[in-house]
């Protein structure tokens, strides 16, 4: 059996301790994210600078903003020193202070390291790091992280502006690199076209964010986005380029959410019954979870940082006083009101009688954030074990790094012009951040352990912490497209117990327990299965799904889905290496089956 036990990875830029030491390779991070950006970044010095906006789709959890903030920023200098580009101002900005805080944080903390400053030092001397345009004095290498607001050419920004212009008649052309582009930058002019990509009407909108960073002189300017608007995608008048869009979602690093939404009913959002049911679910499940861990010896739990702390949280989506659904003040009332009324109360689970966890809920609105900043308070619903969900109304589709968020709970129901639901994909994406990685990494660790039961204990708990959920207004259409959106490319929570025992059974050789059979590798290489079929050139997909006649489109999609297979490329059925994995429609894979006659490849009896 050829099975590789190491996820494929290149190191960082520069490498050092406490920083992202390595880069997810293959179809992944280094392919769709760093060598698009290092290819464009020589391009754009070759042809003195470019105004369009490069663009490189990362699905939501692929990590963009680790990677380039880890590695991209650091190599694009170094290719713009060896150009003879000494003197440099990279501009990291972004829509959320969320954002920009945490980014600030991570390159300051290199600026910190001494050993960071002697490894960059071939490549040139890291001078600023800063989120005050201020201190900045056009020698060597300069970071500034601010948001995109603080490019605007207006009055509020004259200093900013000023700073700027002082810098270019120096020579130096800033290279520009903006996170979650889709919100404030996803569209170049107002009217029709504002209202094309954001399904609002936009005929006062003026774009002035977009205008101003494009018209600004610079050398490049990098968008990261995983939901790219209508004008992205088609390049409008040259505003923008695609230069990354293949990477796709990695299951093998993602929670596991449940196929289907629950519906909230009208009835049930003013009355305020729907706060009991998203109320119960993590309550319950906190409770449910320190059960599981208790289950646990102590040395195994030793061997599973991500069990330290086995809290969940939900996130609630309120409404403004226009969209006729409760706000943030009521719907923390009510979940106040609710928390007294079940303190105490018990239920029944795996025939044990457990109390409900019942927590806090934080508030996060322009004016009110309950730890003071949007960072801190995400910061408290990770580390915090008291405060367990918090209330937002425009905060929350992009920023929020909460690896222990269970559920998010829409309240708006109302379509915009067009249905455009680019905001609620990337709520609802905020559920595919995961504490763990599965393949080649936590199914070797749980193989290490000798005990089946403790085994089974630690997938359990794993499975606990990693279900997603969503309440949605049973009206709300967009949501619940954009649920389904969110869960492609995801291994569903009913499949997921099946996915880790997969993915542990054919490790358990190497460890000196049970075997491996072969029903076990079909459970794992099931796992390897995308969302179409990969053979170019076959048109199956058309056919089938966008020309098919059979109900709907979605329907004739999730049937499609379900029928692809897995071809093992080189006709051995125990190499599981994922290169040696192609997903293939029925057609395709029996043609290939008969015609390389793999079928004389059978399974032994067991590994």
Same mark, same amino acid.
């Given at each position: 059996?050829?099975?590789?036990?190491?996820?494929?990875?290149?190191?960082?830029?520069?490498?050092?301790?406490?920083?992202?030491?390595?880069?997810?390779?293959?179809?992944? &991070?280094?392919?769709?994210?760093?060598?698009?950006?290092?290819?464009?970044?020589?391009?754009?010095?070759?042809?003195?600078?470019?105004?369009?906006?490069?663009?490189?789709?990362?699905?939501?959890?692929?990590?963009?903003?680790?990677?380039?903030?880890?590695?991209? +920023?650091?190599?694009?200098?170094?290719?713009?020193?060896?150009?003879?580009?000494?003197? &440099?101002?990279?501009?990291?900005?972004?829509?959320?202070?969320?954002?920009?805080?945490?980014?600030?944080?991570?390159?300051?903390?290199?600026?910190?390291?001494?050993?960071?400053?002697?490894?960059?030092?071939?490549?040139?001397?890291?001078?600023?790091?800063?989120?005050?345009?201020?201190?900045?004095?056009?020698?060597?290498?300069?970071?500034?992280?601010?948001?995109?607001?603080?490019?605007?050419?207006?009055?509020?920004?004259?200093?900013?502006?000023?700073?700027?212009?002082?810098?270019?008649?120096?020579?130096?052309?800033?290279?520009?690199?903006?996170?979650?582009?889709?919100?404030?930058?996803?569209?170049?002019?107002?009217?029709?076209?504002?209202?094309?990509? +954001?399904?609002?009407?936009?005929?006062?909108?003026?774009?002035?964010?977009? &205008?101003?960073?494009?018209?600004?002189?610079?050398?490049?300017?990098?968008?990261?986005?995983?939901?790219?608007?209508?004008?992205?995608?088609?390049?409008?008048?040259?505003?923008?380029?695609?230069?990354?869009?293949?990477?796709?979602?990695?299951?093998?690093?993602?929670?596991?959410?449940?196929?289907?939404?629950?519906?909230?009913?009208?009835?049930?959002?003013?009355?305020?019954?729907?706060?009991?049911?998203?109320?119960?679910?993590?309550?319950?499940?906190?409770?449910?979870?320190?059960?599981?861990?208790?289950?646990?010896?102590?040395?195994?739990?030793?061997?599973?940082?991500?069990?330290?702390?086995?809290?969940?949280?939900?996130?609630?989506?309120?409404?403004?006083?226009?969209?006729?659904?409760?706000?943030?003040?009521?719907?923390?009332?009510?979940?106040?009101?609710?928390?007294?009324?079940?303190?105490?109360?018990?239920?029944?689970?795996?025939?044990?009688?457990?109390?409900?966890?019942?927590?806090?809920?934080?508030?996060?609105?322009?004016?009110?954030?309950?730890?003071?900043?949007?960072?801190?308070?995400?910061?408290?619903?990770?580390?915090?074990?008291?405060?367990?969900?918090?209330?937002?109304?425009?905060?929350?589709?992009?920023?929020?790094?909460?690896?222990?968020?269970?559920?998010?709970?829409?309240?708006?129901?109302?379509?915009?012009?067009?249905? +455009?639901?680019?905001?609620?994909?990337?709520?609802?994406?905020?559920?595919?951040?995961?504490?763990? +990685?599965?393949?080649?990494?936590?199914?070797?660790?749980?193989?290490?352990?000798?005990?089946?039961?403790?085994?089974?204990?630690?997938?359990?708990?794993?499975?606990?912490?990693?279900?997603?959920?969503?309440?949605?207004?049973?009206?709300?259409?967009?949501?619940?497209?954009?649920?389904?959106?969110?869960?492609?490319?995801?291994?569903?929570?009913?499949?997921?117990?099946?996915?880790?025992?997969?993915?542990?059974?054919?490790?358990?050789?190497?460890?000196?327990?049970?075997?491996?059979?072969?029903?076990?590798?079909?459970?794992?290489?099931?796992?390897?299965?995308?969302?179409?079929?990969?053979?170019?050139?076959?048109?199956?997909?058309?056919?089938?799904?966008?020309?098919?006649?059979?109900?709907?489109?979605?329907?004739?999609?999730?049937?499609?889905?379900?029928?692809?297979?897995?071809?093992?490329?080189?006709?051995?059925?125990?190499?599981?290496?994922?290169?040696?994995?192609?997903?293939?429609?029925?057609?395709?894979?029996?043609?290939?089956?008969?015609?390389?006659?793999?079928?004389?490849?059978?399974?032994?009896?067991?590994?």
């Amino acid at each position: 059996m050829s099975i590789s036990f190491k996820q494929e990875t290149v190191p960082a830029f520069i490498q050092h301790e406490g920083g992202i030491n390595h880069i997810y390779s293959g179809n992944d &991070q280094y392919e769709h994210i760093i060598k698009p950006t290092s290819e464009w970044m020589k391009y754009c010095i070759e042809q003195g600078g470019s105004a369009s906006g490069a663009i490189i789709f990362c699905p939501p959890a692929s990590g963009k903003t680790t990677v380039f903030t880890h590695d991209s +920023v650091w190599r694009n200098s170094a290719i713009m020193a060896q150009s003879g580009i000494k003197n &440099q101002l990279h501009i990291i900005t972004a829509p959320e202070t969320a954002i920009t805080e945490s980014v600030l944080l991570d390159i300051k903390n290199k600026y910190d390291s001494d050993e960071f400053h002697n490894k960059f030092d071939e490549h040139g001397i890291l001078r600023t790091v800063t989120n005050n345009p201020d201190d900045l004095i056009g020698r060597n290498v300069e970071i500034l992280v601010c948001s995109i607001q603080l490019l605007a050419d207006n009055k509020e920004n004259a200093r900013a502006q000023k700073k700027l212009k002082e810098l270019y008649e120096k020579n130096i052309l800033p290279v520009l690199y903006s996170d979650e582009v889709q919100k404030g930058l996803g569209s170049p002019e107002g009217g029709d076209v504002y209202t094309g990509n +954001v399904g609002h009407s936009g005929y006062e909108y003026e774009a002035v964010w977009f &205008q101003t960073a494009y018209k600004m002189p610079k050398l490049a300017w990098f968008m990261y986005t995983g939901t790219p608007t209508l004008s992205m995608t088609t390049e409008y008048k040259d505003y923008y380029k695609m230069i990354s869009v293949g990477m796709e979602k990695a299951s093998w690093r993602l929670p596991f959410p449940v196929s289907s939404p629950t519906l909230i009913p009208r009835v049930d959002i003013w009355d305020g019954n729907y706060i009991q049911v998203a109320f119960l679910d993590v309550a319950k499940q906190n409770a449910i979870n320190l059960y599981l861990k208790s289950k646990i010896d102590s040395d195994i739990l030793e061997m599973f940082p991500e069990f330290k702390s086995v809290k969940v949280t939900a996130f609630f989506k309120c409404g403004t006083d226009a969209q006729d659904v409760p706000g943030v003040f009521l719907n923390n009332k009510l979940w106040k009101d609710f928390s007294k009324k079940a303190k105490g109360k018990t239920f029944i689970y795996d025939d044990v009688e457990l109390e409900l966890h019942i927590g806090k809920i934080a508030t996060l609105t322009d004016d009110i954030k309950t730890f003071g900043t949007n960072s801190e308070t995400f910061t408290a619903l990770n580390d915090d074990e008291n405060y367990v969900a918090v209330s937002a109304v425009m905060i929350g589709g992009t920023g929020i790094n909460v690896l222990n968020l269970r559920s998010v709970t829409i309240l708006p129901y109302k379509p915009n012009i067009g249905g +455009v639901d680019h905001s609620y994909v990337q709520l609802l994406n905020r559920l595919a951040r995961c504490k763990f +990685v599965w393949r080649n990494d936590f199914d070797i660790r749980v193989a290490q352990i000798k005990s089946q039961e403790q085994r089974k204990a630690v997938i359990d708990l794993a499975l606990a912490m990693s279900e997603k959920k969503a309440f949605i207004h049973e009206d709300a259409v967009l949501p619940i497209g954009a649920y389904d959106k969110m869960t492609k490319g995801h291994v569903m929570y009913e499949d997921a117990r099946g996915f880790l025992e997969g993915l542990v059974s054919t490790k358990l050789p190497y460890f000196g327990t049970e075997g491996c059979y072969g029903q076990d590798r079909d459970i794992e290489y099931r796992n390897f299965r995308k969302d179409r079929c990969e053979i170019e050139g076959c048109t199956c997909y058309e056919d089938l799904v966008v020309n098919g006649t059979e109900k709907t489109e979605a329907e004739r999609e999730v049937v499609y889905r379900q029928c692809l297979q897995v071809d093992h490329i080189d006709g051995d059925r125990t190499n599981m290496n994922p290169e040696n994995l192609l997903t293939v429609c029925p057609n395709r894979h029996t043609f290939k089956t008969i015609f390389e006659k793999d079928y004389l490849n059978s399974y032994d009896k067991a590994a």
